[in-house]
Structure formats: structure tokens, C-alpha cells
């Protein structure tokens, strides 16, 4: 299991580094308090209003990076870091949350495909790698084993699939949002340019889980046909 913990400890470092400095970056990007004196909620509840969707509220979460748009009460949630600030990362995480609504009111086919695959993850998730770790042990000597442990990773590999999907997802989005800020005139160029930087490390982050969940589950496959070999 050896090859197992080295990928848990590549990405992890990986993970760790990319989430530490889209902190550093929103922290920075705080400082730069918006010309145009809008809160988060405001800039949100504006780019709802331009794409002409009304029936979608925006509303405050607990937490930092909490952020996330509700398909099923139509929400728009804002963390406390972005719903009453006033500055440029507030303005990249409303605009960008709002680009999901906006996917949602479009029926933008990624979006939709990862609505479906959310409850058959949810529930693969569970059972994974109880089947892929104890379908491992018996297969030392048995091929009841081997084929519970191809099981489990078939239930993982719905989860690898559920983090690609995810990407064009939220890269859809921000480019949405800097679209919309940059059209709209809500931002100078200084505050565009670091809304962008901001984005642009917070999609870094699904892009190291999927590349993360890719990597293990090739792992697995691999670990399950050199014991079929044996």
C-alpha cells in the first residue's frame, strides 16, 4: 500500500500549497476596496438582475470560502468574507457564484450532468474504499475478492468522473463572471485583474482534486491487475 500513501502525500502537499495561496491571494485582493462601493451582495444581486433571473436570492453563510450556489432553493450563498465586503475578491466570488446561477437558468449541459451524478456519488463515496480495501485483502486468495475490489473501484471512478465534470463547471463560471464585470464596467482594471488572479487559483484547486482522484484510482487499477496476475 506504499504507492497508495505516496499518492495521498503528493497530492496533499500539492493541495496544501495550491488552497494556502488562494487564501494569500484573497487576502490580498481584500485590500483593494471596489470604486464603485458595492458590497457582494450587491454585485451578486446585479448580475442576477442583468441575465434577467429574479427568482434567485442571495443570501449569508457561516465560514470563509463557503461560497456556493443552491440549485434546489435557488440561492446564491455568500460567505462572511464576501457577502458585505466591498473589494475585489468579494466582487470574483459573488460574480462568479452567480455564474453558476446563470448555468441553472441556461440548462448549461455540464451543470446538468453533474446535478445528475450527485447522488450516485454521494452514495459511492460511502462505499468505495470500504469494497476496494477489503475486496484487496481477499483477494489473496479468492476471486470473490478481485471482484469486489473492481466493484469498489468502479463506485471511485464515478467520483473521478464527478471531479472533471466539476471543472469545465467552474471554469465556465468564472469566465462568466469576468465577463460580466468587465462588460458591466463594475470594475477598474486593477480590481479585474486581480478578481482574475483570484479565479484563477480558486479553479487551481479542483483541478489538483481531480488530477488527485485520477491518480489513486489508477493506482488501484493497477495494484488489482498485478494481484490478478499473481
Same mark, same amino acid.
Given at each position: 500500500?506504499?504507492?497508495?500513501?505516496?499518492?495521498?502525500?503528493?497530492?496533499?502537499?500539492?493541495? %496544501?500549497?495550491?488552497? +494556502? #495561496?488562494?487564501?494569500?491571494?484573497?487576502?490580498?485582493?481584500?485590500?483593494?476596496?471596489?470604486?464603485?462601493?458595492?458590497?457582494?451582495?450587491?454585485?451578486?444581486?446585479?448580475?442576477?438582475?442583468?441575465?434577467?433571473?429574479?427568482?434567485?436570492?442571495?443570501? +449569508?453563510?457561516?465560514?470563509?470560502? #463557503?461560497?456556493?450556489?443552491?440549485?434546489?432553493?435557488?440561492?446564491?450563498?455568500?460567505?462572511?468574507?464576501?457577502?458585505?465586503?466591498?473589494?475585489? +475578491?468579494?466582487?470574483?466570488?459573488?460574480?462568479?457564484?452567480?455564474?453558476?446561477?446563470?448555468?441553472?437558468?441556461?440548462?448549461?449541459?455540464?451543470?446538468?450532468?453533474? %446535478?445528475? /451524478?450527485?447522488?450516485?456519488? %454521494?452514495?459511492?463515496?460511502?462505499?468505495?474504499?470500504?469494497?476496494?480495501?477489503?475486496?484487496?485483502?481477499?483477494?489473496?486468495?479468492?476471486?470473490?475478492?478481485?471482484?469486489?475490489?473492481?466493484?469498489?473501484?468502479?463506485?471511485?471512478?464515478?467520483?473521478?468522473?464527478?471531479?472533471?465534470?466539476?471543472?469545465?463547471?467552474?471554469?465556465?463560471? @468564472?469566465?462568466?463572471?469576468?465577463?460580466?464585470?468587465?462588460?458591466?464596467?463594475?470594475? +477598474?482594471?486593477?480590481?479585474?485583474?486581480?478578481?482574475?488572479?483570484?479565479?484563477?487559483?480558486?479553479?487551481? #484547486?479542483?483541478?489538483?482534486?481531480?488530477?488527485? @482522484? /485520477?491518480?489513486?484510482?489508477?493506482?488501484?487499477?493497477?495494484?488489482?491487475?498485478?494481484?490478478?496476475?499473481?
Amino acid at each position: 500500500m506504499g504507492g497508495y500513501y505516496l499518492v495521498l502525500i503528493v497530492f496533499g502537499i500539492v493541495s %496544501s500549497v495550491v488552497n +494556502s #495561496t488562494l487564501k494569500r491571494k484573497f487576502k490580498k485582493y481584500s485590500k483593494i476596496s471596489l470604486r464603485n462601493g458595492l458590497s457582494g451582495k450587491e454585485i451578486a444581486e446585479q448580475m442576477l438582475i442583468d441575465h434577467g433571473i429574479r427568482d434567485v436570492k442571495v443570501v +449569508s453563510t457561516p465560514g470563509m470560502l #463557503t461560497d456556493h450556489y443552491n440549485p434546489k432553493t435557488k440561492t446564491v450563498n455568500l460567505s462572511e468574507g464576501v457577502y458585505a465586503q466591498r473589494n475585489a +475578491s468579494a466582487a470574483a466570488v459573488a460574480a462568479h457564484e452567480c455564474g453558476h446561477a446563470v448555468q441553472h437558468n441556461i440548462g448549461y449541459e455540464w451543470l446538468q450532468m453533474r %446535478s445528475i /451524478l450527485v447522488p450516485m456519488v %454521494s452514495v459511492a463515496s460511502n462505499f468505495s474504499m470500504w469494497m476496494i480495501f477489503g475486496g484487496l485483502f481477499m483477494a489473496q486468495g479468492t476471486a470473490f475478492g478481485q471482484t469486489v475490489a473492481m466493484i469498489g473501484v468502479a463506485l471511485f471512478g464515478m467520483g473521478t468522473l464527478f471531479s472533471f465534470i466539476t471543472l469545465p463547471v467552474e471554469y465556465d463560471a @468564472s469566465n462568466r463572471a469576468i465577463a460580466w464585470l468587465k462588460r458591466k464596467n463594475m470594475v +477598474s482594471q486593477q480590481e479585474l485583474a486581480g478578481a482574475e488572479d483570484a479565479l484563477k487559483w480558486a479553479a487551481r #484547486t479542483y483541478v489538483v482534486a481531480a488530477l488527485g @482522484s /485520477l491518480a489513486t484510482l489508477l493506482y488501484f487499477v493497477l495494484r488489482i491487475m498485478g494481484n490478478s496476475r499473481d
